[in-house]
């Protein structure tokens, strides 16, 4: 595909973890799919990361990414890694997200099944490690 089509395809998704350090092809990117392998990928010729976490964790990856290309020492890593540990502790990434996300807008409470949100247990877990992180999410607020 990528020889056929190659303005097309141009990256794919490595949730096994293991094809972003060995699959080297001209022009294509392998993207590990989740923070813990952010640097490691990046490093291996990545061109970054594919994840439905990085909806909150944005501003830690940018960072990572941002001093990996400008040779900087890496000061957030370990936190963006803790973060994803914190919702993948939870069971399920999705729910966990929209658990997060719902303290800023209750509408992230609704789900389609079979998705549910985590138990109310599950939830404070998440939290309180997210606090202990300093990643906090905040209700909106008008100005």
Do not use: W
Request: aromatic share 8%; hydrophobic share 35%; charged share 25%.
């Amino acid at each position: 595909l990528v020889k056929d089509f190659p303005e097309a395809i141009r990256a794919c998704k490595d949730s096994s973890y293991n094809l972003y350090e060995i699959l080297k092809i001209p022009g294509f990117s392998m993207l590990p799919g989740s923070e813990t392998k952010l640097l490691h990928g990046l490093q291996n010729g990545a061109s970054g990361i594919i994840s439905a976490v990085t909806n909150v964790t944005y501003r830690l990856a940018i960072k990572v990414y941002d001093d990996f290309k400008n040779n900087r020492e890496q000061t957030v890593n370990d936190k963006l890694c803790a973060v994803r540990k914190a919702f993948d502790d939870t069971g399920n990434l999705i729910s966990a997200l929209h658990s997060f996300k719902s303290v800023e807008n209750e509408n992230y409470k609704r789900l389609l099944p079979p998705l549910t949100l985590p138990s109310t247990e599950k939830q404070k877990e998440l939290l309180n490690k997210l606090k202990e992180l300093n990643f906090i999410p905040r209700k909106n607020i008008a100005a």
